[in-house]
T-cell receptor, first 114, second 109 residues
C-alpha cells in the first residue's frame, strides 16, 4: 500500500515550457487535490476533484489545468511555465472515515522555473 | 471567511523542555480539526483528527486538545526527532481543508 505517489520528485523548467505532474493513490479515495506550498504562504489549493469525472478550481488556479484520468490518478499541467510557479507541489487524496474526510499527502514535486 | 492562524511561527526548545503550539480558527460550523507534521522535503504526515470541543488525542509525546475557538498541540519532554513543522487544518466546504501556515519547531539536544 503506497498511499499517494507523485512523479517527478524534482523538475527544472525554462520559462514557457510545459510539463505534467502525475499523482496516483491506492486508497480507493474519491477526492483528490493539488496544492502548492511557498515560504510564508502555507499550503494553497490549486484544483481539486471531488469525485471521478469532476474538477473544480481552488484558491490559485491560474496557469494550471488538471485531469482526473480515473479514480486513482489526478494530473496537474503547466502549459507555459512562469518563474512565479516555482514552488513545491503536493497531491493529496481524501476519504470518508466515519465522521469526517481525512486528507493524505504525497511526497511532493519540487519545481524550479528559470 | 474561514481562517486558521497558528502561533508562534517558530519555536526553539531544549530537549525535555515542554511547550504548546496554538491553532486558532474562525469557521462557521466547525466539523473537526486536523494536525499534521511535516519534515523538510516531505509531504505533511497526518497526526490527529479532533471532532468536537473538549476532545483530546495523544500520541507519544504529543497531545492535541480542542476548544470552540482554538486547538493546542502540547509537546511533553520533546526530543530532537520531534523537530518539524506542525500544521493544523479545518474542513471548509465538502472535503476541502483550510490550512494554517504552520509552526516550525526545533528541539536542540
Amino acid at each position: 500500500n503506497a498511499g499517494v505517489t507523485q512523479t517527478p520528485k524534482f523538475q527544472v523548467l525554462k520559462t514557457g515550457q510545459s510539463m505534467t505532474l502525475q499523482c496516483a493513490q491506492d486508497m480507493n479515495h474519491n477526492s483528490m487535490y493539488w496544492y502548492r506550498q511557498d515560504p510564508g504562504m502555507g499550503l494553497r489549493l490549486i484544483y481539486y476533484s471531488a469525485s471521478e469525472g469532476t474538477t473544480d478550481k481552488g484558491e490559485v488556479p491560474n496557469g494550471y489545468n488538471v485531469s482526473r484520468l480515473n479514480k486513482r490518478e489526478f494530473s496537474l499541467r503547466l502549459e507555459s511555465a512562469a518563474p512565479s510557479q516555482t514552488s513545491v507541489y503536493f497531491c493529496a487524496s481524501s476519504g470518508w472515515y466515519g465522521e469526517i474526510y481525512e486528507q493524505y499527502f504525497g511526497p511532493g514535486t519540487r519545481l524550479t522555473v528559470t | 471567511e474561514d481562517q486558521v492562524t497558528q502561533s508562534p511561527e517558530a519555536l526553539r526548545l531544549q530537549e525535555g523542555e515542554s511547550s504548546s503550539l496554538n491553532c486558532s480558527y474562525t469557521v462557521s460550523g466547525l466539523r473537526g480539526l486536523f494536525w499534521y507534521r511535516q519534515d523538510p522535503g516531505k509531504g505533511p504526515e497526518f497526526l490527529f483528527t479532533l471532532y468536537s470541543a473538549g476532545e483530546e488525542k495523544e500520541k507519544e509525546r504529543l497531545k492535541a486538545t480542542l476548544t470552540k475557538k482554538e486547538s493546542f498541540l502540547h509537546i511533553t519532554a520533546p526530543k530532537p526527532e520531534d523537530s518539524a513543522t506542525y500544521l493544523c487544518a479545518v474542513p471548509t466546504s465538502g472535503s476541502r481543508l483550510t490550512f494554517g501556515e504552520g509552526t516550525q519547531l526545533t528541539v536542540n539536544p
